[in-house]
């Protein structure tokens, strides 16, 4: 679905990204992993074009992702994006929020409903919590409404900049177990980021393992465990799998 | 930007012009300054002009001379009373006019006539406290040359005209270093009190008697003749011939001895100009004229409605204005502090000076005062928008930004909608320090409550002043909680649920 070729990105001073070369598969899970300022929310922005590499290119379905504001706009209602604690609108309920863009594209009320209904199921959001506000909503459910928003207009592609990086360790796993298995219905390409190794092996078809603005290796957990490109690979998976409270099993 | 500034007062001021002038359009219009003598020869000239007839505004308290001489050039007023020695020292002193004579030529030439003097000379003079300037041995204005450590408050205007305190310091070699500018009125209350020993007066002054002034004898006779007279437009004959022989009858009836006995009526028996003016005209030229008491309550109404319309006006325009500069100085921070550097720049002119530089563009009565009361509002409203809008958490924008939204439905839809409390307050801020600054506006003859504050100043009467300070108060408080309330109904909900989380 996407390929970089040569992608770098700096900062002022800092260089985020160093010329690297990447492909993420259609109708895959790929997770981008790593200690954070390595690069990967960097990266994600990158494929939606709220950033724009220096260098080199980034392709989508082929074709290099579009500069125009009006073809950027239009890329963007396919390809899904939610963040960190949900990035929720706070002035809006929780279904003015999911069914946003609907509204602006001037869906029909049958089909946005129709759609809303899809989500809530897919979600396992309590339907009674869509006429709450954000401030209303447990961490979770908001996480939740904001997975309903990225997917709306049912996009090709669903980006998650660390969804569930905010949450307690409880409605964390739970959330886990239903992203997996949401990914599993939906068969869409997602790109995945997280800190989180057990997260990512859980989630991910597919990782590509970061660390200061380069890939380190991509492949499966069980690639990178028996495997490593580098000892920093090594390093990383030890770390986490030692790492008091932070079962393996999860 | 300054394009657009103008723009949006001509099409403001355009609409409440006709607003103001619903109830038709009077034929003879009438002006008199913000002192008692003035108001009262204002007041003769109304009711004469009345008697033939004629329907008649009479702008009373204009606040200073320049004022009604742009609005009698530009056509505003038809009539005000003047003196000669104002017209020849100040309004025309580059002209160096020898006498009454050249003094109808010169005014010829702008469109202006004169009538014959009424009868009075209302010159400046110096007065002190009799007992004072008995101990002190002070009779004439040279004798205050032996006496250097005397404190001087002279009434802002002759400070700086061209007649007043540094040509008379001049004329008589003058050594006091302690001269104060300040309110004519406030001077007679300093020098009661002590805190003034030597001010200017007028010679028809009322207070002469009442505080017991000695009147300084103007030995080297620095002063120039003040005869009153009437100031019209030459084409007020051809308007309104017979009101204007009606109000030409008060020629050589007034004589000094007279026109003081009227003003102690007026400023210390509280007896109100008009029917000063009516008794006057009964007695002395046997024209009998009804004078129309206003109830408080009406006085209010009528004053409430001004006040509202001034600061209504001018805070929608403001609104239009402000709100999308606001939204610029978001997106371009360079821009955005030009803008407020702009905004800061016009909320440090003094009101008085803003106002009375708009009179050249836009005349007297409600528009200069909705014009300055305009630019006063611009910035707390840019500023709060703009701030409001910055405020927005990243995440909240970069959300809606990937939604691909395009960017007027982000404002629209996410931007406003997040950034309207802090919006709503500043155009609560801009309100209330409307509704105050507003009061300032009877200065121009846009009325409001500042028109009986004025008046009770001059009078020294605090019932008329609390007559226009207490409504203004209580606007004030009112204007503040209508937008408490618009705040409850336009500040989203979810916004407030989180306010008040935060708050916990």
Known sequence: ?250 | MGLVLLLMFSLVLASCERASTTHGEPNVRVGSKKFTESVILGEMVTQLARSTGASVRHRRELGGTAVLWEALRRGELDVYPEYTGTLRQELLSGRKLPDDAALRVALAEEGLRMSAPLGFNNTYALGMKEAEAERLGIRTISDLRAHPELRFGFSNEFMERGDGWPALRDSYRLPQRDVRGLDHDLAYRGLDAGSVQVTDLYSTDAEIAAYGLRVLVDDVHHFPAYDAVLLYRADFESRAPEALAAILRLSGTLSEEKMVKLNARARLERVPEAQVASDFLAQSLGVSTVVRGEGLASRVWLRTREHLFLVGVSLLAALALAVPLGVLAARSPRLGQGVLGLAGVIQTIPSLALLVVMIPLLGIGSRPAIAALFLYSLLPIVRNTASGLTGIPLEVRESAEALGLPPLARLWRIDLPMASPSILAGIQTAAVINVGTATLGALVGAGGYGQPILTGIRLDDTRLILEGAIPAAVLALLVSGAFEAVGRVLVPKGLRLRAESESR
């Open chain 1, 1 to 250: 679905m996407y390929a970089l070729q040569d992608v770098s990105k700096r900062f002022g001073t800092t260089q985020a990204l160093h010329s690297l070369n990447l492909t993420l598969p259609t109708g895959r899970t790929t997770v981008l992993l790593g200690p954070s300022g390595c690069g990967k929310s960097t990266l994600v922005r990158l494929l939606n074009g709220l950033l724009h590499a220096d260098t080199g290119q980034v392709l989508y379905a082929g074709k290099p992702l579009p500069t125009d504001a009006k073809a950027l706009l239009s890329l963007r209602h396919r390809v899904g994006y939610a963040l960190q604690g949900g990035g929720l609108f706070p002035h809006l309920t929780g279904e003015e929020n999911v069914t946003l863009m609907a509204q602006h594209l001037r869906w029909s009320a049958a089909r946005t409903r129709e759609r809303r209904d899809v989500l809530v199921e897919l979600t396992r959001f309590p339907a009674e919590a869509l006429a709450r506000y954000p401030a209303q909503l447990s961490g979770g459910q908001r996480q939740r409404v904001a997975l309903m928003r990225a997917l709306m207009l049912d996009p090709e592609v669903l980006l998650l900049d660390e969804p569930l990086g905010a949450l307690d360790p409880l409605v964390r796993h739970e959330l886990q177990a239903d992203l997996r298995a949401i990914f599993a219905r939906l068969r869409k390409t997602v790109v995945l980021v997280t800190h989180d190794l057990a997260e990512a092996g859980f989630l991910g078809d597919d990782i590509v393992l970061m660390r200061e603005g380069r890939v380190v290796q991509q492949g499966s957990l069980v690639d990178l465990e028996t495997r490593p490109a580098d000892p920093f690979v090594t390093r990383f998976i030890q770390a986490q799998r030692l790492a008091p409270g932070n079962g393996a099993s999860a």
